[in-house]
């Protein structure tokens, strides 16, 4: 797979290439920055993410800066923040900055703080300098020269190592280990985790501080309602002994970040095109209830059950690759799905 660095870049060069005025961003206080903030994250979108940033910072992208800036935006784009369920705090620069050392293209005046539970007992603080332009908040980010960008490279890399590493741990710990390390977690003695599993696999504390996180980050996903739609509640036509003439049930077995694996079980399949429509229907629903979005690509498993794996876009401009590893052989914007184009015949179904 690809580094998150090169992944992001992609992503950037559709941002560098002369579209670089901001998307719409409601003119109010930072408080509005931050809803932006959050939609951004949540919807994995890097278009989003680059639009908040202040046009004297994103007069700073160039394909030399671009290791420094996805480096910054792949630590943050890896959270999820629960909608409505986040604090921010806002107040001013404390003491004058040095414009010269610290590389900054205009003076912050605020610090924008965003505080979000990641897990029960667990939460994480962003931070945003940010300054007024033109009626709007915008983040102001500090213009990297080659030292800055250097470091970003080296930390992404590490970055990557850690994870490679805490995902090879992970998948050969025993089931004792793993049940031991996140009950520890679960009871908020996330400290005395990260010791268990450095003490247990020999790794550095680093590496199992990840270790833990990938099992919080599980223990919470299995713990959400997962989606069900099923065909026989639509009111589908029957034949003439009472029996549906179209049963399908489309159920979300796993959930990830941005993506769904979903279920398809087939019992009785009805019309090609009746349960095509179906289960573009019934994902379009799920899209919504996942965080509104509009387009997905989708990945297909042919079995028992024949298995979807969804990813959802905000944008046809989302990158594909931080989706996950299934992924990676489809194409944009050939391979997305615009899922408004079967509005109407959705509502017919309801």
């Not at 919470?220 to 997962?226: D, F, L, Q, T």
Request: hydrophobic residues 40%; charged residues 25%; positive net charge.
């Amino acid at each position: 797979m690809r580094s998150a660095t090169s992944m992001l870049a992609s992503g950037l060069a559709l941002v560098l290439c002369g579209t670089c005025h901001p998307q719409a961003i409601d003119r109010g206080g930072p408080e509005e920055l931050a809803r932006s903030l959050v939609e951004a994250i949540n919807g994995r979108s890097l278009e989003r993410r680059v639009a908040i940033l202040h046009p004297a910072t994103r007069a700073c992208m160039t394909p030399e800066t671009d290791a420094y800036f996805s480096w910054i935006f792949s630590r943050q784009l890896k959270y999820t923040i629960p909608q409505g369920k986040y604090k921010t705090l806002v107040e001013p620069v404390a003491a004058p900055m040095d414009l010269n050392k610290l590389l900054y293209p205009v003076r912050p005046s605020h610090l924008l703080r965003l505080d979000f539970e990641t897990a029960p007992h667990s939460s994480t603080t962003l931070v945003l300098q940010i300054a007024r332009h033109d009626g709007r908040w915008y983040e102001v980010l500090a213009c990297p020269g080659p030292e800055l960008v250097a470091g970003a490279q080296r930390s992404q890399a590490e970055t990557e190592r850690q994870e490679k590493r805490a995902q090879e741990v992970l998948s050969s710990a025993g089931e004792s280990l793993r049940a031991e390390v996140a009950a520890m977690a679960k009871d908020g003695r996330r400290v005395d985790a990260i010791r268990k599993v450095a003490a247990a696999t020999g790794e550095d504390l680093a590496v199992a501080r990840r270790v833990v996180e990938l099992l919080v980050e599980a223990g919470s996903s299995a713990m959400e309602p997962k989606f069900v739609s099923d065909s026989k509640l639509l009111g589908a036509p029957k034949t003439d002994s009472g029996n549906p003439r179209m049963d399908l049930v489309m159920r979300e077995v796993e959930r990830r970040p941005a993506v769904s694996v979903l279920n398809i079980e087939t019992n009785v399949v009805g019309s090609t095109v009746g349960s095509s429509f179906f289960l573009l229907c019934s994902v379009r629903e799920l899209a919504k209830l996942r965080g509104d979005y509009r387009f997905i690509v989708k990945v297909e498993k042919h079995g028992r059950p024949a298995q979807w794996i969804v990813g959802f876009l905000a944008s046809r401009n989302d990158s594909l690759e931080g989706l996950g590893p299934e992924f990676r052989h489809l194409r944009s914007p050939q391979d997305i799905i615009d899922l408004e184009q079967y509005a109407p015949i959705c509502q017919m179904m309801k």
